[in-house]
């Protein structure tokens, strides 16, 4: 005789996992009153120079470091390591973003205490790491110049997963004549209220009120820690 | 694509729920996905034949059920559809919805165990 299958509830986030690690890197995170930005963008519209000259700019009154999520390769850190900010790369291997778990391992033998920002770059993939908390303060979405107007409508879910959206290379907008009012309207139709910095990490356009914007999150996240 | 590594967490999650509860097998894994969870139907339902492969989830159905996005639309005070997700605004009144309150879901919500 066959039984019937039995309905059981369960309601459990699949990726419960990760989310439960997430949670506790932010613990950490805010207990060692560090900032942490995540960075999320297509390859090549420009995380790892921005992310070099905010570290550069950063360096002399603050205390940064960075992690770098990458497929394959060291390039990134030591492109990175030239700020003279501790880096240290994480290698995918073929997976596609970066998880909670890998930003754990990877802050092994790192005092927290040590530091006022985090920078975790991730693997260049506008799909996968929407999906994945990292544990950070803000994630940083970056949309060059090069790359087209209507990205944010072709990826919607990354783009409102983001606080706060970064286009780059404007030193480049003249000559791919880039119609900044149409981007600016698409980040804001898939993520409305999102606030919006275009700059050059080439020329140093837009980095001032960038920079400023960052140590004023800083502040209120530390206020908040002592709390 | 990283739906195969979601699969595989599916078909974690279902078995450890399955075991716990003595049932010899899953016939169906029901979940609930939103559009802003990040994950592609198709590409998940392909990806979850693979991930059953040689476990206790072997032959089982993932029925998945679609959820829209849901947000506050602080225009009308209420909850309300979005006109789409290349558009987050109130589906009724035309005002941007910055605060999503469904989309995201990846969530098993019920197993149809064997007995």
Redesign the interface.
């Known amino acids: 005789m066959?039984?019937?299958?039995?309905?059981?509830?369960?309601?459990?986030?699949?990726?419960?996992?990760n989310d439960v690690i997430a949670r506790g890197l932010r613990e950490r995170f805010r207990e060692a009153g560090v900032l942490v930005v995540s960075l999320v963008s297509s390859p090549g519209s420009g995380k790892t120079a921005f992310l070099e000259k905010t570290l550069t700019l950063l360096q002399p009154r603050c205390r940064v470091a960075a992690l770098v999520g990458d497929l394959a390769t060291e390039n990134d850190a030591a492109r990175l390591a030239r700020s003279r900010a501790p880096v240290k790369q994480i290698i995918t291997g073929t997976?596609?973003?970066l998880e909670a778990a890998m930003v754990q391992n990877a802050l092994d033998g790192w005092d927290l205490n040590d530091l006022d920002f985090l920078f975790i770059e991730n693997v260049g993939n506008l799909?996968?790491p929407?999906?994945y908390d990292l544990g950070e303060d803000l994630r940083f979405v970056l949309l060059s110049v090069t790359e087209g107007e209507d990205k944010p409508?072709k990826y919607?879910?990354?783009f409102?997963?983001a606080d706060v959206a970064i286009i780059t290379k404007s030193d480049l907008a003249v000559v791919v004549e880039f119609d900044e009012g149409a981007a600016r309207r698409n980040i804001?139709?898939?993520?409305?209220?999102i606030e919006v910095f275009r700059l050059s990490a080439k020329t140093g356009e837009g980095m001032t009120e960038y920079l400023e914007f960052l140590e004023s999150r800083r502040t209120r996240s530390r206020a908040s820690a002592s709390v | 694509?990283?739906e195969l590594?979601?699969a595989m967490?599916?078909v974690d999650?279902?078995r450890e729920?399955a075991e716990s509860?003595g049932?010899p097998g899953v016939?169906?894994v029901h979940?609930k996905l939103g559009?802003?969870?990040?994950?592609v139907k198709e590409a998940l339902l392909f990806s979850y034949e693979i991930a059953c492969q040689q476990t206790l989830l072997e032959g089982s159905k993932l029925l998945i059920e679609e959820v829209p996005i849901v947000a506050n639309c602080p225009t009308c005070g209420e909850r309300r559809h979005v006109q789409s997700?290349?558009?987050?605004?109130c589906a009724e009144c035309g005002t941007?919805?910055?605060e999503?309150l469904e989309g995201r879901e990846?969530?098993?919500?019920?197993?149809?165990?064997?007995?």
């Open positions: 066959t039984l019937e299958p039995r309905l059981v509830q369960v309601r459990k986030n699949v990726l419960k996992q997976i596609c973003h799909v996968c929407s999906s409508l919607p879910t990354i409102n997963s804001q139709a898939v993520r409305p209220g | 694509m990283h590594s979601i967490s599916i999650l279902a729920e509860r049932a016939d169906v979940l559009p802003l969870s990040g994950v997700i290349q558009s987050l605004r941007p919805t910055p999503i990846l969530m098993v919500t019920a197993l149809e165990l064997r007995q």
